[in-house]
């Protein structure tokens, strides 16, 4: 399958580019009978919508999903659900020195020789502007997940370049622009972030995301363990560059005695493993961990090329998020979402759970 | 595709339990004319085998790999190539403790909750045996980019435990049996998995794999990235908890002007990117690095329950490796080498007529 | 995969119910540089569209088709190809008969015990309506395979009921509202089909497809073999009951010297292959051949059960096709062009490499 | 995925050529709890196997099958299902012809193109001695269709060359070597076989098969609708050219109410259908036909042309089923198994059925 799906039985395939005619996005394979409107889908992508705090982009989307197909009567049909978001804020600028050059860390110069042309406007498919389709098809995920079987996927920032949320309190995420647990380093984070922004310069984030209610007997060993596909699904987002389950690397210098999870009939005493035991989720929470880098367009100029081969200096100007990561929260939410929906089909089958009371009519 | 296939156009799948009858595999889709024979896989699999240092299990597995077919004349026809290894060490031993108590940080309780049964013998389907099968698989793989494409995918341990390799030469990792580039650090190693055997604990590790020589080109976005399938392949090891593509997890605090991989003519004059940009290569190294937890199986009691929920202290005696990681190195190459050869056969299939005129560069 | 989706490399994932507010598709995995804008797929749409004779159903959709990602400065980019058609025909009408009856023969009653729920407005998803979107999704397969490789697919009605085409002239194809290629045959067609709309009733139809132009190789044993691909993408047409390759069921009466198509220096002497033999592309045309069921939707009343279980008598009025066969055409071409191209695809990547010396045979 | 494997969650991967080493396959997907052993799998093996009667192949194969794994305890686990059969009868011979000669209607002109070599040994891949394998995994699904869900899939010999049965008996079908159910037609059959051998010609057959007892609600519309997975799955099988469902080809003389299948509180009142409406199974019988081709190779001479382009006059001696349809009864139904299988577990889910008894652990 070509690389713009999701998923084996709950799939989602994405289009569009950041400065086209519309971003788009089918789920197949959602079970029929949820009860789905559009303003399921919004709230999410409000979270993520640039523009919402000084602390991001000031691009200016509605990001107004429409349900256009799959839904009758309010509830899901089992047919697929098309999305679609029209892009409304697509200045008319100059592209011809972005069209020329190869900017340093981002997609341009492989996308280049990929596909040996690139709609460079805005960084096109590149740009994570496409990870709204994610949050909205997340969503729908979230949803079932949470309707149908009790689980809850949260996420938050637990990391802000060098300032670590040292608190843990879920109310509190809601509660600022960061979505950092922690109330008492906000005001550290909005601090940074202004001196940031006057420097010109961009920092990483951490983002944490956990799924709670997970009954065990998720995954399927052993290519497509949860775990692995997790990793997939987070990696996989724009500006990823690690992924860890439960203990992660800090894995590395535990010791068996001390990372083992011991059972007892009340329950694990530990969940190091993150949920997972062999590929397969154990029915603990479900942790998982990313790293994203430091967003590449910043207006301090760099070394790059031309498409001649060149040397230039790139500045870029416009606007841009200074950490990507403020804003990367409900696209991991989604991404665990869309992955444990997938496995639970996947062990479940799409109508595994379809009341059915029509009569069953024979041959005469 | 069920979980036991990875792939798209270079397909793996496998099948085999640690104490069953034989291992098996069925490569799909490896171009015809390669040049294959059983001692092409056979030298990968020594170096995963058990047994060849006191660091590593004493299990006794030949390990010896037929190919059953897809070869003529000593080159592949195009057509599957199927393999086989006879599990050899199958001791008989009395399997009824572990048949009925689920062992703390094992698949036990998983794949039971998960089948509904369960070969517990050795740990079954979820014992690290298979990846004796990854390892032959990759073999071929690593063959066909080093001929085709003049592509190494190498690895090594970076750390182990409290200890981090320091230096980098290549030439010593196949020279001690940790595959650790810094020969200073072997001695420290080998005392302290010493005295860990004494002691009965297990402990972590860390290895990084890299690939050099890779076309710009690879990697289908927007989910199936380059650096996302390598994070489903890794993370797919038997006790992987993270997965890292270039600076990883180091990117959290980096601004943007340290962790973007400024380019000249001459090339790139960083890696922090690890060869992947927009989820394409971009010519420079592949660099990954994930992290291994402690193994499991330990003679130090633990707390765990029995099949109807009693608790239990499970003592696991028997032949184990005290660190997972020290075998994993050949693992990981077999699967970045897996990854990089299914997304150069699905580049080749979709691009495969792209004439790019874009100058190619490396790094300083 | 979920349902919706067709093809490996080239893939096709459509959405949208009759009555719905909009149908769609996604095409993935189009290689970059095919010129492209909407008018290239409009005109396949409007040969199928609805209205255009007296013979068809009088519903009146434009099927105006946009084209919302993928396509930078008039050429494809390699990314996604967002496709949206509006439907623009909803008449609000009675459907409480409808919603409580499973009329014969269509899809209500299967729909129901799948999902436990349907769309019964027009049939929802199980309308004939969704192949709009293969059509507009084969036009860009057929623009490429014609652009790149002088692939032709072309189709046309063999047989409408009782009266079958006799002779073949491509040329008379275009010109009737049958797609028939006996022009003298035209006439009876048009008396037939006034007859039985006056009757109420409804009859089947045989479409043959032939693709001139494909090269030896495609095809991917032995599931994946190209005539079985077509098989499944023929059969997923609404109304199919029956599709043939070649000499197709005359091959159960044949024997094998007459079957077998002998070879010269100069080409093929016969066809009765298809053009594939075991299951790739020989370089001789590619014939397929289906078969249509009557229309369904009769004002005949039949006997039926309602929702409850209790028999009815079903009369269906409103605007119906009287012969599902006539606007068929196009539809085959589509899914005929669409597997070409992923097995193209799916051909250069594995095999983008190979050198083949042996002499490529036409047909005398 | 590549081509070797069928199905999406319970999947078939094989490998294997004629005269290699030994044929095998990985059955992914297959429910834990079913009661296995290598003789349920024996039997119809044995129904497929050559030698049985003067009217097939007189080579000899044990086709003995061997699991590999996936079974513990007699019963499935879960985990991938390894099957071996060497090949036994590989006796050494003069290739060298073959190996110079492309024969008349054989895949070798083909495979030559697509992979650039080939096996030319007995037919290597493109042999239908691979679809033992495909007998072998539609035994496990054939087993758990009836075990499971009463479902029963039964083929039979509905016509060889210009012979019809005319009667339909079940039991007769295992009474004859041609299982055609119609037993006074076997004396015409038998005869007409001897004439066919003496000749040196072969004869096309067609094959009906029968899924009783399948619940309404299996298929994935709308490309992967029930009855394109089945034609996708017998037109996979080597000599089939036309695969119908239902009234297949009839349905295109057929008028809409001649064809509807009117329904009654007490069932269907026929079935031009085949079972299947809309892409999904409505709980009739699931009814298919196929067409096989006769065999190609054969001892009267034959136009072809050698590697090199020059024409030369091919005799084909050795061993060869005159009507490779004779044997075709167990490929057909196992085939049609597996499908069903197939959409049970997509409906369903690979776990849907399991019970399971252990404890629930939370986090203390």
């Not at 500045?315 to 200074?322: E, K, N, S």
């Amino acid at each position: 399958m070509s690389g713009n799906t999701f998923g084996k039985l709950f799939t989602v395939t994405t289009f569009g580019e950041s400065h086209g005619v519309a971003l788009g996005c089918i789920i197949d394979g959602c079970p029929p009978g949820l009860a789905l409107s559009e303003a399921d889908l919004q709230a999410d992508l409000d979270r993520r919508k640039p523009g919402t705090s000084r602390h991001t982009t000031q691009r200016r989307e509605a990001d107004e999903v429409r349900i256009l197909s799959g839904v009758f009567e309010g509830k899901t049909t089992g047919t697929p659900i098309g999305l679609l978001i029209e892009n409304t804020d697509q200045r008319s600028k100059d592209y011809s020195k972005i069209a020329s050059q190869f900017r340093p860390a981002h997609a341009d110069y492989t996308y280049m020789h990929k596909y040996g042309t690139r709609d460079y406007r805005g960084g096109g498919r590149s740009s994570a502007r496409e990870t709204a389709m994610r949050v909205a098809a997340g969503a729908v995920a979230k949803k079932f997940l949470a309707e149908r079987l009790g689980i809850q996927v949260r996420g938050y920032l637990s990391q802000l370049g060098p300032i670590k949320a040292e608190k843990h309190d879920w109310d509190q995420v809601m509660e600022n622009p960061f979505f950092c647990p922690d109330a008492d380093k906000v005001p550290e984070m909005e601090a940074y972030m202004d001196a940031l922004r006057k420097e010109g310069d961009s920092i990483g984030a951490r983002i944490n995301v956990v799924a709670e209610g997970v009954p065990p007997g998720l995954g399927e060993p052993i290519f497509d363990r949860l775990d692995a596909d997790l990793a997939h699904a987070l990696m996989s987002i724009n500006a990823v560059k690690g992924v860890e389950v439960g203990a992660g690397f800090d894995s590395v210098e535990q010791k068996g005695t001390e990372h083992r999870d011991e059972m007892t009939p009340e329950g694990f005493l530990s969940n190091n493993a993150g949920g997972v035991l062999g590929g397969i989720s154990s029915g603990q929470p479900i942790v998982a961990s990313i790293a994203l880098k430091p967003t590449s367009s910043l207006r301090l100029p760099g070394r790059a090329i031309d498409v001649d081969g060149h040397p230039v200096e790139v500045i870029t100007t416009g606007r841009h998020d200074p950490c990507v990561g403020i804003r990367a929260t409900p696209i991991a939410e989604a991404m665990m979402a869309i992955v444990l929906m997938d496995h639970y089909l996947r062990h479940r089958g799409q109508n595994g759970d379809v009341e059915v009371t029509t009569p069953v009519l024979g041959q005469l």
